[in-house]
């Protein structure tokens, strides 16, 4: 199956590798990417994160489309969920003590999207290894990145699991899946 | 049976809840935000200790208070006073001197849940000399809700809400406005006596007055876009020319039917005002 959705979840450590991991996303992407970072009030990450990435880095509203080719990021104090081609923001109770939390977008890729959806965790956080599970048993393809100097090998349960340095290669291959559908 | 069946199962009988309970009990909830909706109903399920939406629904069908659980799940309202303190500091800043060269104000506070953010805007009101010629309507679809929202019982507040309220430029001291009990703040009588709490349920009921401010702050968060944008709709129905229309920090009028009959207030958290 093709796919629609890539969907990225990250601890607050991790925001760095963040920041690679945008830098690495093709210019051509064929699906929108959405992305929970863990964070405070007051951080301010749609510039920071945008600086080194091909796509634009927005923090959307409520009901915004979402479009192929380009980087949602949750904003602060919100869930942010994905609707068949829609942002739905909530403000359900913090989950793992986080909203938004990486769960929450997670299970809602897995409802509206199934195997359509991709989904990269960074380790580090109790938040997003059970929506991962959840999007894994629908059929969607996932992987969990292991944060700076720790090695990627092999596999974390049933999950794939890769180093920074190994996500390129996975991002590629989700790609060109992606264009696959689209060409005839 | 595979995760895809056992979803698609589910969706069928999340569909036959929500077709049950709009049909029993004139509760529409199919045009909620859907990835939400089945969220809160699964949350619901493992507090109630219950198997399968089915099972829910046969609960919830013979049963007005498993009813009343259920649209208090689906609700979420600020668990605390000045809960988004920048909110209150912009309305201070930018609506207040405006309301104060009107002779009389009407406000609506539309999806109230349970009062928390109702209390909070009578307290600035208050504290900005403007109750007397305020009338406050605030209005939730779920009784269980408002029965609690008219009590005027609060947790206590504690630091966080001090200062919070300070940040929203508050000048006295919180702690004027209710008499503590125990855990549990009391809120004075003539905050409370003044609001007119009422049922009124945005997806179906009409327009009920016209006011010069409204509040839908984040409770439209729920709806899908058809239904938000139906609200929308009766929202601009229900404010004056020149009358203010509250939003969350997050919610946009960009694609609601009468989006270009409203001004943005410049560096305000999504307070915008009808110009025509």
Redesign the interface.
């Given at each position: 199956m093709s796919v629609g959705l890539l969907v990225v979840g990250a601890p607050r450590s991790a925001g760095a590798d963040v920041e690679t991991l945008l830098s690495m996303l093709p210019a051509h992407l064929p699906a929108p990417v959405v992305v929970v970072l863990h964070r405070g009030p007051h951080d301010l990450l749609a510039a920071p994160l945008g600086r080194r990435c091909a796509l634009p880095v927005v923090e959307p509203d409520d009901k915004d489309d979402l479009v192929p080719g380009r980087v949602y990021l949750a904003p602060w104090g919100y869930h942010l969920l994905v609707d068949r081609g829609c942002v739905a923001l909530s403000v359900e109770p913090p989950e793992h003590g986080c909203r938004p939390a990486i769960d929450a977008l997670f299970e809602s890729a897995a409802d509206s999207y199934g195997a359509a959806a991709a989904g990269l965790l960074f380790t580090g956080h109790d938040d997003g290894q059970e929506g991962l599970g959840l999007l894994k048993a629908r059929g969607g393809r996932v992987a969990v990145v292991k944060g700076g100097s720790e090695s990627g090998e092999g596999q974390e349960g049933e999950v794939e699991r890769l180093s920074l340095a190994e996500v390129g290669g996975w991002l590629t291959r989700l790609a060109y899946a992606a264009r696959g559908r689209v060409q005839p | 049976m595979s995760?895809?069946a056992a979803?698609d199962l589910e969706a069928l009988e999340a569909d036959l809840l929500l077709e049950g309970v709009a049909r029993h009990w004139g509760f529409d909830l199919r045009s909620h935000?859907?990835?939400?909706l089945?969220?809160?109903l699964r949350?619901h399920l493992r507090e109630e200790r219950l198997e399968s939406f089915s099972a829910l629904q046969a609960r919830v069908l013979h049963d007005s208070e498993a009813l009343e659980g259920l649209l208090r799940a689906l609700s979420?309202t600020p668990t605390s006073l000045f809960a988004d303190a920048a909110f209150f500091r912009d309305f201070r800043a930018r609506v207040v001197p405006v309301l104060r060269t009107w002779p009389s104000v009407r406000v609506w506070h539309a999806g109230c849940g349970t009062g928390e953010d109702t209390y909070a805007l009578a307290i600035l009101l208050h504290e900005e000399g403007l109750w007397g010629r305020c009338r406050l309507y605030a209005s939730d679809a779920s009784e269980g809700l408002l029965a609690d929202a008219r009590t005027g019982v609060l947790p206590l507040p504690g630091e966080d809400d001090a200062r919070r309220h300070a940040e929203s430029g508050g000048r006295g001291s919180l702690s004027d406005y209710y008499t503590r009990d125990g855990n549990w703040a009391l809120l004075q009588p003539k905050l409370r006596d003044g609001i007119f709490f009422t049922q009124h349920n945005l997806t179906i009921d009409g327009s009920f007055n016209e006011f010069h401010v409204i509040l839908c702050r984040?409770t439209?968060?729920?709806f899908?876009?058809a239904l938000?944008n139906r609200v929308h709709a009766r929202l601009y129905e229900s404010l004056a020319r020149f009358g203010f229309l509250c939003l969350?920090?997050?919610?946009?009028l960009?694609?609601t039917p009468h989006a270009a009959a409203y001004e943005e207030l410049e560096g305000s958290g999504h307070i915008f005002r009808r110009v025509t």
């Open positions: - | 995760a895809a979803a935000s859907r990835p939400q089945l969220r809160r949350r979420s984040d439209l968060l729920s899908n876009r938000h969350g920090r997050k919610e946009s960009a694609r």
